[in-house]
């Protein structure tokens, strides 16, 4: 498998996003079919534009603001964003800097694919779940020399755009409006310790078909997703506050430092320690 140096790409396939000012010099990778780059900086240019290729952005460090023609979402670390082709918008950086992950999607990736997943064809944005855990494994193994990492970082953004894919499916199912309260009730007290049964009270209904009903459509069970969920919390406690490490895996309902560790371990492919050294501004 051969790596592509950034001079062997044609001109008009570097669509990533340049910034003004960059702290240091981006790490980009080029793979069959994909253009990744990480890069950091304080600026974007805000003019409204738009890309010939799917594109997608994993914000790992800063706040910013993206725009199109109808909505304005301020969006900050871990969030995923996916410009489809053709797709207007435009990136405003609001913190002092901010670091991504950015990846461009050609033919030669996509056309692998099999039938092209409808989720490339729209705008999108993820801030939880198995996406951002792939790509939190994306922007590790980009730091990556060895000569099988060409072929890890290929199974990665594949199986990248097949999470994106499930995702979006199961939001063709129409969930009863009672599920919707039990994922909002979920979303609010992840960290409160909640039973099947204290759920399924609240939310009028019988536990073993509450669990069944919310595995049909969000494709997981509540245990996986409440887990997730106090993962998502804790990472970004990790990225944004210097609290010791212990402290943050008690608040998120871990039963120790080393619990934490395994679980952050086995989905994001790197520790705690190793997650919040990556991802401060090198």
Sequence with gaps: MKTLNETEVPAARRVLPQP???REQPIVRNIVGVSSVIHAG???????????????????????????????????PFSMHLQSPGYMHSHRIKSKEAMSLCAAFFPEFTGRLGTPPHVLNMPMIWDAGPV???????YREMWASDQASDLVLEGLFIQL?????????????????????????????FLDGLSLVEIADEVGVHPSHLSRTFRKHFGQTLGDY???????????????????????????GFSDHAHFSRECKKRLGMTPVELRRSVRMR
């Design 42 to 76: 304080s600026n974007l240019d805000p003019k409204m534009h738009a890309h010939e290729v799917p594109l997608i952005s994993l914000l790992l460090q800063g706040t910013m603001t993206e725009e199109d023609n109808r909505r304005k979402i301020d969006c900050g």
């Design 226 to 252: 409440v887990r997730g969920l106090r993962i998502d919390h804790a990472i970004r406690q990790l990225a944004s506050t210097d609290s010791p490490i212990g402290h943050i895996a008690a608040i998120a």
């Design 161 to 189: 755009v097949g999470e994106m894919d499930r995702s979006d499916r199961h939001k063709d199912l129409l969930p009863p409006p009672w599920l919707e309260e039990t994922k909002d009730l979920l979303n609010d007290r």
């Design 132 to 138: 951002i855990e792939v790509g939190l494994r994306i």
């Design 20 to 22: 003004k000012s960059i």
